[in-house]
C-alpha cells in the first residue's frame, strides 16, 4: 500500500528563516506528487504540483519543491518565510494507476514575527 | 468557475443520530472525494467516488457511506453517530483521470460536532 510521511510534525520558525518540509512516499510506480497549504480558517488549497519533467516545480508565494526519484522524495523549500506563511502543509501523491491519493499527516508552520 | 460547495457548513448531532452531507464539484469534474480531518489523526481518506462508482476506500467502518449521482454532486451519510466521529468533514473534486487527475480542490467542509 502507498504511504505518505512527513517528517516534522510541528516547526517553528522565525521571520526571514529558511525552511525545508520533508516528504517520502512509498510507491515505485508513476506518481503525480503535491503539496497543500491550508491557512487559518482557510480551504484547504493547492501549493504547487509535480507531473513530470524538471524535477525541481515552483509554486505559489515563493515555494519550491524537488522531486528526487531516487530517494522517493518531494521536499518542500522557501528561502525566506513570513508571518503569513504560518499554516498546515500537506504532502501528497497520486497514484496514476490506481487513481488513488494519499495524503502525509501534515506539518503545521508557525512563524513568528 | 465555481468552486466546490459543501452544506451544511455546521451541524449539531446527538450520539446515534445519522447525518447526511452533501457536496458539489467543480464543473466537469468527475471525482469527488471524502475526507475526515481532525488535530491528532490529520486527514483521513473516506471514500472516491467516479462516475457514480466507489473507486477508493479507506479504512472507515460501514457506518460511513456516500454515492455520487449522474451529475457528480456526492453525498456522505453517517449512521450511528459516536462522540469521535466530531471532525470536519471535506469534500475535494477532481478530473480523476490522466496526467491531471490527482489535482484536488477542496471545499470549505462540513463541521459535524457529536454531543
Known amino acids: 500500500a502507498q504511504s505518505v510521511s512527513q517528517h516534522n510534525h510541528h516547526v517553528i520558525l522565525s521571520e526571514a528563516a529558511s525552511l525545508e518540509l520533508g516528504c517520502n512516499y512509498s510507491y515505485g510506480g508513476t506518481v503525480n506528487l503535491f503539496w497543500y497549504v491550508q491557512y487559518p480558517g482557510q480551504h484547504l488549497q493547492l501549493l504547487l504540483k509535480y507531473f513530470s519533467g524538471d524535477p525541481l516545480v515552483k509554486g505559489i508565494k515563493g515555494f519550491e519543491a524537488e522531486f528526487i526519484k531516487s530517494k522517493f522524495s518531494f521536499n518542500l523549500r522557501k528561502p525566506s518565510v513570513q508571518w503569513s506563511d504560518t499554516a498546515e502543509y500537506f504532502c501528497a501523491v497520486y497514484n496514476t494507476n490506481a487513481g488513488k491519493s494519499t495524503f502525509g499527516d501534515g506539518t503545521t508552520l508557525t512563524v513568528k514575527p | 468557475k465555481a468552486g466546490v460547495t459543501q452544506t451544511p457548513r455546521y451541524l449539531i448531532k446527538t450520539r446515534g443520530q445519522q447525518v447526511t452531507l452533501s457536496c458539489s464539484p467543480i464543473s466537469g469534474h468527475r471525482s469527488v472525494s471524502w475526507y475526515q480531518q481532525t488535530p491528532g489523526q490529520g486527514l483521513q481518506f473516506l471514500f472516491e467516488?467516479?462516475?457514480?462508482?466507489?473507486?477508493n476506500k479507506g479504512n472507515f467502518p460501514g457506518r460511513f457511506s456516500g454515492r455520487q449521482f449522474s451529475n457528480s454532486r456526492s453525498e456522505m451519510n453517517v449512521s450511528t453517530l459516536e462522540l469521535g466521529d466530531s471532525a470536519l468533514y471535506l469534500c475535494a473534486s477532481s478530473l480523476g483521470t490522466g496526467q491531471a487527475g490527482g489535482e484536488q480542490f477542496f471545499g470549505p467542509g462540513t463541521r459535524l460536532t457529536v454531543l
Open positions: 467516488y467516479f462516475s457514480e462508482t466507489q473507486r
